[in-house]
């Protein structure tokens, strides 16, 4: 076993240990500089800040306003739209209309689209045999 009063004698230096007092002059040195440091940060801000507000400003064009369709592809959003239920409404006209009457899918290609009561009524019959 290991004597632990013989390895605890001794400076921290000579125990390998890093000394527990603080040098002044380091603590200094680094107050200095961190004083230094924001000393520049604030005569930097207020430079640039005499710098941006010199002038007149009505010499400064005014900033136009984004188009909704850009800022929708700026944003990754669609854009707002002010008249919502107008516009739900159309909609679902529009798809009521799908449901109700005839009309072409793709005319080339002779698809066309029925009322669902008709196609429902053809659906029975065809059923209706079986």
Do not use: C
Not at 17 to 24: D, G, K, R
Not at 63 to 85: D, F, M, R, Y
Not at 97 to 103: D, M, N, P, Q, R
Request: avoid cysteine.
């Amino acid at each position: 076993m290991t004597n632990h009063s013989e390895t605890a004698a001794g400076t921290p230096s000579e125990r390998g240990h890093e000394p527990t007092a603080l040098s002044e002059r380091i603590a200094l040195i680094w107050g200095g500089a961190l004083a230094g440091l924001i000393l520049f940060a604030l005569l930097l801000t207020w430079g640039l800040w005499q710098w941006m507000s010199a002038g007149d400003p009505r010499e400064v064009a005014p900033i136009e306003a984004t188009p909704p369709v850009v800022e929708s592809l700026l944003t990754g959003q669609p854009p707002l739209n002010p008249n919502q239920p107008a516009t739900r409404r159309e909609y679902e006209q529009q798809q009521q209309a799908k449901l109700t009457h005839y009309g072409w899918v793709d005319r080339q290609s002779e698809i066309a689209r029925i009322p669902i009561e008709r196609a429902m009524e053809i659906i029975v019959e065809r059923e209706g045999g079986q």
